[in-house]
């Protein structure tokens, strides 16, 4: 490993991906082919939520052909083509096929749990180029049933440019455009090296974002460096709040900032001590007039570190899904931890909150899978958006149009409206009325092809074991 791997920002599992680079992952579940689809489903009753926050529609219809919406409305609007599947959904609540933007998509066993909690996109943020792209094709012509796939490849900063035998950021910005990533990710490097990268970036049409804190015992280049160099995105709260600091956090005297230890304990655990809102606001307002867009992942940190070692986290049922037993124990941690970091997720929480009455585009990702589990958790990130006070409209948007947007695919993506693809979700309640509701999922479709939750997960477990029954090794993805 390269000496920048103990430097690896905490919250986030990305560097750990950059040794990855084996290739044959996407034969590794042919036997979820998605090429079964019909090609005309109606969706006929129910109420419409299509996401361009146009107010519901009931008695809504939508005719699908060939896995894009052909037309959408209300009942009546338009005919229905003989021998079309046609799907009641009266009472029910169509939502569009959610979104998370940050996932890590390392294990087969993942498709059918994002597709089971309707997230029907995918951004992976650090991994296998080789395996990932492969991955992305066969998911693209079928040939897999998953998420569709964006991907960044593997993260800039001093160590992966080395690992990788190149000589710069810029050539290593380079390569992966030519390798064909869908947008970059940095976690590291200077002022100029992020300039640089950007140039490379936009000059072919992609987006830059920053995985930008822990700067304590890190090498994260902070979120404001981030923001002024150009940058398109900003991956995790913790910058933007370690960034709107008044003063250094007091620290104990021994503090170690390589020991994790003590960067959870007493820097996550205190920075919440010394924001400063003036400060806050300031980098928002840099962030919005940029339209930088904003993945403050609370939902990673919440379980990362404000639930980790309680029964809550440990019990949670979703776990039956997960053949590795996640998440595991760690470290020396107890209540008075936790309730610290409850307070830095407060804090969290009021600078989204801020960002997004602001005008910023807040966008809805998880850093999934890990403590965040695939899938469950962007409804999870949703329900933190609205306990900082955004609609449940809002952070519905969050997981779609917004998400759809940074992937630029909101032709495709992201809204339920003529010529995009058929990925949706019928609900039984209301999300509208509570953002929980998005859980309670009736069908998931994904290019048209209709899909039963339910299904999903008991075939998962007949092929990949229940909690605990298997462990994967991440350098034979063939298993
Ligand atoms: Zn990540």
New binding site residues.
């Given amino acids: 490993m390269p000496d920048e791997a103990k430097y690896a920002p905490f919250?986030?599992?990305?560097l750990l991906a950059v040794f990855l680079f084996s290739p044959g992952f996407g034969q590794t579940a042919g036997n979820l082919s998605a090429r079964a689809t019909p090609s005309v489903v109606v969706v006929e009753g129910g109420t419409l939520i299509d996401g361009t926050g146009a107010p519901p529609v009931a008695n809504a219809a939508i005719l699908i052909e060939n896995g894009r919406i052909q037309q959408i409305g209300k009942q009546g609007e338009f005919n229905i083509p003989a021998g079309s599947r046609v799907i009641q959904a009266d009472g029910k609540y169509i939502i569009p096929g959610l979104i998370d933007s940050?996932?890590?998509y390392d294990m087969p066993w993942l498709h059918r749990l994002y597709l089971a909690n309707g997230v029907t996109t995918v951004r992976d943020?650090?991994g296998s180029i080789e395996r990932l792209m492969t991955l992305r094709q066969e998911i693209a012509v079928g040939n897999i049933l998953a998420p569709r796939l964006f991907i960044s490849g593997v993260p800039i900063n001093p160590g992966s440019v080395r690992a990788m035998n190149l000589d710069s950021a810029r050539e290593m910005a380079t390569m992966l455009v030519e390798a064909g990533v869908d947008g970059i990710?940095v976690t590291g490097y200077t002022s100029d090296e992020l300039r640089e990268i950007v140039e490379v970036a936009h000059a072919n049409g992609l987006i830059v974002y920053g995985?930008t804190g822990p700067k304590r015992g890190g090498r994260a280049p902070g979120a404001r460096l981030a923001v002024e160099a150009g940058l398109d995105g900003i991956?995790?709260a913790l910058g933007v709040l370690e960034d709107s600091m008044g003063k250094d956090v007091t620290v104990p005297a021994d503090y170690d900032p390589e020991s994790r230890d003590h960067i959870f304990r007493f820097w996550y655990g205190r920075m919440y001590t010394e924001v400063d809102s003036s400060k806050v606001d300031s980098l928002i307002q840099l962030m919005v007039e940029n339209n930088v867009y904003f993945a403050p992942?609370l939902v990673?940190f919440e379980r990362n570190f404000v639930l980790r070692n309680t029964p809550e986290l440990e019990t949670d049922p979703a776990l039956q899904y997960i053949p590795e037993d996640e998440p595991p124990r760690f470290g020396p941690f107890g209540s008075a931890d936790r309730e610290n970091w409850r307070k830095t997720l407060d804090m969290m929480k009021e600078i989204t909150g801020k960002f997004q009455k602001a005008g910023g585009l807040l966008i809805a990702?998880t850093?999934s899978p890990g403590a965040a589990l695939p899938g469950w958790s962007v409804h999870q990130e949703m329900e933190l958006f609205v306990q900082a006070g955004i609609s449940p409209m809002e952070a519905l948007q969050a997981a779609t149009l917004n998400n759809a947007r940074v992937l630029n695919k909101q032709r495709d993506l992201g809204t339920l409206e003529p010529g995009k693809y058929a990925d949706l979700v019928i609900l039984d309640a209301n999300p509208l009325e509570d953002i929980t509701h998005t859980q309670e999922i009736h069908l998931v479709i994904k290019d048209g092809l209709v899909l039963d939750p339910g299904v999903l997960l008991k075939q998962n477990i007949e092929q990949f074991g229940a909690r605990g029954e298997r462990s994967f090794d991440r350098s034979k993805p063939n298993q």
Avoid: R
Avoid at 11 to 14: D, V
């Fill in positions: 919250i986030c599992s990305c940050h996932v890590h943020l650090g990710k995985h991956e995790h992942t990673n990702g850093d």
